[in-house]
Structure formats: structure tokens, C-alpha cells
């Protein structure tokens, strides 16, 4: 199905983006709940391992309602010679329980009201994927 951008004004189009975001917050949210499943406590600073992988896991402040948290990985991409991947520790996560969203921005991003909607959109898809890898890997098959 081939989309006319020109059928819709920019309002739509922004609508769409933003129904799209909250779909990857909801998504990333049910993804980390199979990594925080690992934690014992998600107050202190603590290390998950999920198949074989080492992540740090720093809570920024934890309350009734919300999480905020920065995570700590690194680990080596196996296409790419001497190639790593790095979640950089200047995201931020916010954990929505009670709307049951997951939330990351830049610290630019939350030092600053950034409107731009394709920056969040951006930086949301690639913690999906990397969720995503986390939990697939760490799936045990019977």
C-alpha cells in the first residue's frame, strides 16, 4: 500500500508519528520487564547477566509510580571485526508502571523540552531492537 503524503496535512502526519511512539513505549515496556525479571531489588545498583551479557543497571530515583534508571553494556558485534556496540550511558530511562510505558531520552533531551518527535522515535526504535536481541538470545527452547 503505497501512502500519498499529500492526502494528509501535517497534523495527521504527526498524530501518526506520535501514536507510533507510544506503541514503541509500550513495547519496550513489556521487553524490560523480562530484564528488571533478573532483579532482585530495583533500588540499588545492581548487574544483570543475560546469556552471557553483563549489564549495569543504576536507578536514578525509584518511586510508586516510576522508575528512572540508566543501564550500563557493552558487547561485541560479531560481523563487524574489533566492532562493539555501546548503550551509552547518557540515555535515561523512565519507567511508566502505572501506564505501563518505557520512556528514553538523551540528557540533552531531558535538560531540554525537544519537541522533535523523530529524535524520540529514533532513540526508542534502537532500545527496542536492543531489548528485543536481549530477550530473544536469552529464550531457552524446550
Known amino acids: 500500500m503505497n501512502i500519498n503524503i499529500r492526502q494528509y496535512n501535517r497534523e495527521n502526519f504527526k498524530l501518526m508519528n506520535f501514536d507510533h511512539l507510544m506503541q514503541i513505549y509500550e513495547t519496550n515496556y513489556h521487553l524490560i520487564q523480562n530484564v528488571f525479571d533478573s532483579l532482585t531489588d530495583n533500588k540499588i545498583l545492581s548487574t544483570i547477566i543475560l546469556n552471557n551479557h553483563v549489564i549495569q543497571y543504576e536507578p536514578v530515583s525509584v518511586s510508586k509510580y516510576t522508575v528512572i534508571f540508566k543501564f550500563y553494556y557493552r558487547y561485541n558485534l560479531p560481523i563487524i571485526r574489533n566492532g562493539e556496540y555501546f548503550i551509552k550511558p547518557h540515555i535515561i530511562y523512565t519507567l511508566y508502571k502505572d501506564a505501563k510505558l ?41
Not at 532500545?127 to 527452547?141: E, P, R
Open 102 to 142: 518505557l520512556e528514553a531520552k538523551s540528557l540533552s533531551q531531558n535538560r531540554e523540552f525537544d519537541i522533535d518527535i523523530g529524535n524520540k522515535i529514533r532513540i526508542n526504535l534502537n532500545i527496542y531492537f536492543w531489548l528485543k536481541s536481549l530477550v530473544n538470545k536469552s529464550i531457552k527452547y524446550q
